[in-house]
């Protein structure tokens, strides 16, 4: 199967490539994005892209380019890591991100009206999250320089997230325990049961209402590190208020793997999903 992440070689060669543009300086420490845009597309729509890692691991350069492929303009970011911050900094980062993003659309040409933002993991977690707290006084920050621009986004893209950090832990498998408990130590400071107000700001369960943008949830049934509960969980708090969700069960998957989560069928879903939300 062809690799769509551009670590892994599959940048496309009709794609202009901008790196390492600095979105914010942070405690003296420059945060970069790149940026990809598919050539001869005139002001496509933007997806950013929030790489998993377990809060700790992972780079901007891990980046599918099913998006950019298909005539849609991809942001991928890097952003303080719980061993460098501990939460909400990365949420801070992420936003500050998007307001960058939205004062330079014009310089390089993409539209940002409306604004995705998807990832994987650890990503998916922190996407749900930016997506369902538009305007969070708390997790607004103050990082970067374009604190008039808006940090909204319109369209939220999951891959095998964790979004209720109260309840996963209970829900997790042995291995997911050995995985999950030092993670979100990481992030939090604690574990869940001992933070419960900060585990709750960190849990997109807790944030979803009226005004929660679309959501589409991609999760394997066997995945042993984040239950798919999880994302069952996140569907059902979009679905008692009748918003837009949908939830994907990909049957016989684990946690990854390009072969499931970006085969040609979920990767035109994913796209059509955009499409239909975001231009």
């Not at 040409?109 to 990832?119: K, L, S």
């Not at 979803?208 to 996140?234: F, K, R, W």
Request: charged content about 20%; glycine content about 10%; aromatic content about 8%.
């Amino acid at each position: 199967m062809t690799s769509w992440f551009v670590s892994s070689g599959a940048t496309q060669a009709n794609t202009k490539v901008h790196a390492d543009i600095v979105y914010a300086t942070v405690g003296g420490t420059q945060l970069a994005l790149d940026l990809y845009l598919p050539a001869g597309v005139e002001h496509p729509p933007l997806i950013v892209w929030v790489h998993g890692g377990r809060w700790v691991l992972g780079d901007k350069s891990e980046v599918p380019m099913i998006f950019v492929a298909q005539g849609i303009a991809t942001a991928s970011l890097d952003f303080r890591q719980s061993d460098e911050a501990r939460f909400p900094a990365m949420v801070h980062d992420i936003k500050a991100a998007i307001r960058f993003l939205r004062a330079k659309a014009s310089e390089y040409g993409y539209r940002a009206d409306r604004v995705a933002i998807g990832g994987t993991s650890s990503g998916a977690h922190l996407a749900a999250l930016v997506g369902t707290t538009n305007g969070h006084p708390t997790l607004e920050g103050t990082a970067g320089d374009y604190p008039d621009r808006s940090s909204d986004v319109h369209a939220i893209v999951s891959y095998y997230g964790a979004f209720n950090l109260a309840t996963i832990l209970a829900q997790s498998t042995p291995e997911g325990l050995g995985v999950r408990v030092p993670s979100l130590e990481g992030l939090l400071g604690a574990l869940p049961d001992q933070a419960p107000e900060l585990a709750r700001l960190a849990s997109p369960v807790a944030h979803v209402n009226q005004s929660a943008p679309p959501l589409l949830l991609l999760h394997g049934d066997q995945d042993q590190q984040t239950p798919i509960d999880q994302s069952y969980e996140l569907e059902r708090a979009y679905a008692l208020r009748g918003l837009d969700v949908h939830l994907e069960v990909l049957h016989g998957a684990a946690h990854g793997g390009e072969s499931d989560f970006f085969s040609e069928e979920r990767n035109a879903q994913v796209v059509a999903f955009l499409r239909r939300t975001v231009g």
